[in-house]
């Protein structure tokens, strides 16, 4: 039996060597380590992040207050540039009134020789045919009376396009005008709010104070409103000023363009009447060669119509001659060299007697042609007879113009001074 000293008794609970003891024991000072560091962690976060917001709220007061600063600025700037626009349009406001007044007026007086150059177109229309044309002369008469009339209609029309812009101007000057009290009491209010800081009494928390108001818009919008205002009222100023130069410049045109479209009127009367005196002469001549063509033509039909009696009785000898031959018996009757020859020269009289005939038909065709357009000359030189007296009277008649309130004072000529007149030949004759 064994001797014990002492008696031991363990508790009933599991133990740990030595190794797990010294391994516990490190974790716990691991972890004990590691709650002092996100501890201090924390701790200099926290004061980093009031340091931060605190740095952060500072320059976000400061770059609002410039931010204000800069919108206010500007504001001031296109106020600026918007009130010298409106200024102008109030300076061509006026301008245009006045141009519209002096317009007006010259509308007033532009009667002009209108029944003249009416009488004088109705006259030329009594031409008969071929005559009624399109001429130069016609032309040019009908554009000394458009000139007129145009003149009239365009005036009219200007005066018309400038009272509607001068509305389109007082709209435009409207715009503005409330355009720069916008900006104005926008101004106010952003003054206002710069003024404002944390330690103003009127400042509290806002129920949803980030929302986008209504009717709202961004400040790429409002920027390209802004300089549509201003573009809007650059064309209208700019047009303005067209409209302006274009009343003064109808005006000025109205005074000088009836006289030098009279001279290229009467100009182009005169060149008519030599194209017409020299057509008439050419279509005598034609109407004699015409003549003497017509006699060749009924001879060459009178030719080619014996030709073709002669050609009948050589057609009537070869089918005679294929016909005999026909009677031959037995095996006579064969197709031989001559047989094929005779209907040869039987296929080629027929040929021929067809374009004998073609021909003839087409030279009696050509000879009513020459005869009817030999009518037909005959007719126009009547018409260019008439139309060159015509012409000669219209010429006549627009001497009228040269005198009374709208041309020249001159005396009646007599048929010297006319051709004189008409040939240019003042300067070349001597003076008495």
């Given at each position: 039996m064994a001797f014990h000293s002492v008696v031991t008794m363990e508790k009933p609970l599991q133990?740990?060597?030595?190794?797990?003891?010294?391994?516990?024991?490190?974790?716990?000072?691991?972890?004990?380590?590691?709650?002092?560091?996100?501890?201090?962690?924390?701790?200099?976060?926290?004061?980093?992040?009031?340091?931060?917001?605190?740095?952060?709220?500072?320059?976000?007061?400061y770059e609002t207050n410039e931010a204000l600063t800069d919108r206010i600025s500007e504001l001031n700037r296109w106020?600026?540039?918007?009130?010298?626009?409106?200024?102008?349009?109030?300076?061509?406001?006026?301008?245009?009134?006045?141009?519209?007044?002096?317009?007006?007026?010259?509308?007033?007086?532009?009667?002009?020789?209108?029944?003249?150059?009416?009488?004088?177109?109705?006259?030329?229309?009594?031409?008969?045919?071929?005559?009624?044309?399109y001429d130069e002369a016609d032309t040019e008469i009908k554009n000394e009376l458009a000139i007129l009339e145009n003149n009239q209609r365009l005036l009219s029309d200007r005066c018309q396009k400038a009272w509607e812009k001068l509305a389109r101007l007082e709209e435009v000057r409207f715009k503005i005008g409330l355009e720069i009290e916008n900006k104005v009491e926008a101004v106010e209010l952003d003054n206002s709010q710069l003024a404002l800081d944390r330690n103003s009494a009127n400042i509290s928390f806002k129920?949803?104070?980030?929302?986008?108001?209504?009717?709202?818009?961004?400040?790429?919008?409002?920027?390209?409103?802004?300089?549509?205002?201003?573009?809007?009222?650059?064309?209208?100023?700019?047009?303005?000023?067209?409209?302006?130069?274009?009343?003064?410049?109808?005006?000025?045109?109205?005074?000088?363009?009836?006289?030098?479209?009279?001279?290229?009127?009467?100009?182009?009367i005169r060149k008519r009447i030599f194209e017409t005196q020299r057509a008439r002469n050419e279509l005598e001549w034609q109407q004699l060669k015409m003549k003497e063509e017509m006699e060749k033509a009924m001879c060459e039909i009178r030719t080619s119509e014996q030709a073709l009696r002669?050609?009948?009785?050589?057609?009537?000898?070869?089918?005679?001659?294929?016909?005999?031959?026909?009677?031959?018996?037995?095996?006579?009757?064969c197709m031989d060299q001559a047989?094929?020859?005779?209907?040869?020269?039987?296929?080629?009289?027929r040929e021929i007697r067809r374009r004998l005939q073609a021909k003839i038909d087409d030279s009696k065709m050509n000879f009513n042609l020459l005869q009817e357009h030999g009518k037909r000359i005959d007719v126009d030189l009547e018409n260019k007879q008439h139309s060159l007296m015509t012409d000669i009277r219209a010429l006549d008649l627009r001497m009228r113009l040269k005198g009374g309130e709208f041309g020249l004072k001159t005396s009646n000529p007599n048929q010297t001074d006319r051709n004189i007149t008409l040939t240019r030949m003042e300067n070349e004759i001597p003076k008495d």
């Open positions: 133990h740990i060597s030595l190794t797990d003891w010294y391994a516990r024991v490190n974790l716990m000072r691991n972890v004990a380590d590691a709650r002092r560091s996100d501890a201090f962690a924390i701790r200099h976060g926290s004061r980093s992040l009031r340091n931060e917001t605190r740095i952060e709220s500072a320059w976000a007061n106020r600026d540039i918007i009130a010298k626009t409106f200024e102008r349009i109030e300076r061509e406001i006026v301008m245009l009134q006045d141009e519209k007044n002096a317009t007006e007026r010259e509308l007033e007086a532009l009667a002009g020789p209108i029944s003249v150059i009416a009488e004088c177109l109705t006259m030329r229309d009594g031409r008969l045919g071929s005559e009624i044309t129920p949803d104070a980030t929302r986008n108001p209504k009717n709202s818009c961004s400040y790429e919008t409002w920027l390209e409103t802004v300089k549509n205002v201003k573009l809007l009222a650059e064309n209208e100023l700019a047009d303005t000023y067209a409209i302006r130069e274009a009343l003064f410049v109808c005006r000025e045109k109205a005074r000088n363009m009836l006289q030098s479209q009279q001279e290229r009127a009467e100009h182009t002669d050609k009948v009785d050589a057609l009537k000898l070869a089918e005679t001659r294929l016909e005999n031959r026909a009677q031959r018996s037995g095996m006579e009757l047989h094929d020859m005779l209907c040869l020269e039987v296929e080629k009289l």
